[in-house]
């Protein structure tokens, strides 16, 4: 089912038929959400949020999204950054010493935000055989041990590390869990009880939250992944991710949460002006090549585009893991805000990417 609303600057009526089109030729299960000037555009659900109590995903169904959740952390450092508890400049083994004292002295803040830290990972989401590289570490560690942020840090703080910090920038989840310890160790609270109060809350983000997947409860889609070599097209991902959220990723909100972020995050109700500021400006280059056209650097947890003029054409966060699939991204020059919340893996992309193909292309 969908909804469109007119909108200048794009045709809506070329986004609901590339979501149409999605939908059809991929399979997409999940839902779309995307507003213009915090107005919805477009707003669609498509398959099942229960396949064993046939139970259909719905616009206000929460989703876990992965590694979008990682803008969320972000804010709540620089939040810091901004009240000068802490600085950017900070050694981070100053705030994570009793976790991990062997952490290099010279890895700062800015590094572990930026991932240019060049610590190991807890998993390396950039090996070239990534199915084989998980499979490998839920035989060795069972994931349904991972259950907040000091539980990783056996997977990686004894490795080596990958290149001196600050020198480039190399996608990692390890730097993430470390300034969730760092927000516990300043605030004094929770990683989960800092992120309700300071970013869900302020964001309007009400149904956002951080349930466990074996107590998901009522309105929380399943996640599923696709078996074909089983007697039934999918499976449950209960037994295949991490059962609770870590300050790397895995939160559970609905797609109007997301764009109820993005709202706050421009407009000032979680950062300063310059804070704000600070927070949307890209940092580091995060691929040497152009993809699809566009430069990418990364910031603060988010992932931004730049065409060849070097004016961003989005910014925002994609997430993976196994039954979930999940994109954010705005796009400033159209105030546009495209939230994709899927419950299949690696079913949002093709989806985010003929989205943003329509806005773009109009």
């Not at 020198?167 to 009880?193: C, D, M």
């Not at 020059?333 to 990417?353: E, F, K, P, R, Y």
Request: glycine share 10%.
């Amino acid at each position: 089912m969908g909804a469109l609303a007119r909108a200048n600057g794009f045709d809506p009526v070329c986004l609901e038929e590339a979501v149409s089109r999605v939908v059809e030729e991929e399979g997409f299960s999940g839902t779309v959400r995307v507003t213009r000037c915090s107005d919805p555009v477009f707003t669609g659900a498509y398959g099942m949020a229960s396949r064993r109590w046939s139970v259909p995903n719905t616009c206000e169904m929460s989703f876990r999204v992965a590694s979008v959740a990682k803008m969320f952390t972000a804010v709540a450092v620089l939040q810091l950054v901004e009240r000068k508890q802490i600085r950017l400049s900070d050694a981070l083994v100053g705030f994570v010493e009793g976790r991990m004292p062997q952490l290099d002295p010279r890895v700062t803040v800015y590094h572990a935000l930026t991932m240019t830290a060049g610590i190991a990972d807890w998993f390396e989401e950039s090996g070239p055989d990534w199915e084989a590289e998980w499979a490998a570490l839920a035989s060795t560690h069972p994931l349904y041990l991972l259950r907040s942020n000091k539980d990783y840090l056996p997977l990686f703080a004894g490795k080596q590390s990958h290149f001196p910090p600050g020198e480039r920038h190399l996608y990692n989840g390890a730097s993430y869990i470390l300034l969730g310890l760092l927000l516990e160790a300043v605030t004094g609270r929770s990683y989960e009880q800092v992120i309700a109060e300071e970013v869900f809350a302020p964001a309007g983000m009400t149904t956002a939250g951080f349930p466990a997947l074996d107590n998901l409860g009522p309105g929380v889609a399943d996640g599923y992944l696709a078996t074909a070599d089983s007697p039934t097209p999918y499976r449950t991902n209960h037994y295949a991710t991490t059962p609770c959220a870590a300050s790397d990723g895995g939160a559970t909100c609905t797609a109007r949460d997301l764009t109820s972020f993005a709202h706050a995050l421009r407009h000032g109700h979680l950062l300063d002006k310059e804070t704000t500021r600070l927070a949307l400006t890209p940092q580091v280059i995060e691929r040497e090549e152009e993809v699809r056209g566009y430069r990418w650097m990364y910031g603060f947890g988010l992932t931004h585009l730049l065409n060849g003029e070097g004016n961003i054409v989005r910014w925002g966060h994609t997430g993976e893991e196994d039954g979930v699939s999940a994109r954010f991204y705005h796009y400033p020059q159209h105030d546009v805000d495209v939230a994709v919340l899927g419950n299949i893996s690696w079913c949002a992309g093709t989806m985010g990417w003929a989205i943003h193909d329509a806005i773009v292309r109009g």
